[in-house]
Nanobody, 127 residues
Framework: QGQLVEAGGGLVQAGGSLRLSCAASGPFFGGYNMAWFRQASGKEREFVAAFSSVSSTRYADSVKGRFTISRDNAKNTVYTVYLQMSSLKPEDTAVYYC??????????????????WGQGTQVTVSS
């Protein structure tokens, strides 16, 4: 059974930066699509960014040019996906979740397409 564990959230001022990480253990390397979603209080979970199993990337329009998704190679069966967030805005405040889906060259932006989720990490951007 694989596991996704996020870290790196916190409180930051508008215009600042944060880097989130998602440690993916078990089968979550190689042939899976890995994504970041976020959910603000009272709102639906929304797509932020993702890697496909063929290394293409996709970003939500709201974060293009400010957020970057990356990953490193598996070490001791743990594979880490990062979300570098810059020029943060108060509207980026949300719980950020790491998610995994079956590998595909197509990156689905619907949360219902992702079967594995981390516990989430809170990001708060103050104005």
């Amino acid at each position: 059974q694989g596991q996704l564990v996020e870290a790196g959230g916190g409180l930051v001022q508008a215009g600042g930066s944060l880097r989130l990480s998602c440690a993916a253990s078990g089968p979550f390397f190689g042939g899976y699509n890995m994504a970041w979603f976020r959910q603000a209080s009272g709102k639906e979970r929304e797509f932020v960014a993702a890697f496909s199993s063929v290394s293409s990337t996709r970003y939500a329009d709201s974060v293009k040019g400010r957020f970057t998704i990356s990953r490193d190679n598996a070490k001791n069966t743990v594979y880490t996906v990062y979300l570098q967030m810059s020029s943060l805005k108060p509207e980026d405040t949300a719980v950020y979740y790491c998610a995994a889906s079956s590998g595909s060259s197509y990156i689905n932006t619907s949360p219902t397409s992702y079967g594995a989720w981390g516990q989430g990490t809170q990001v708060t951007v103050s104005s």
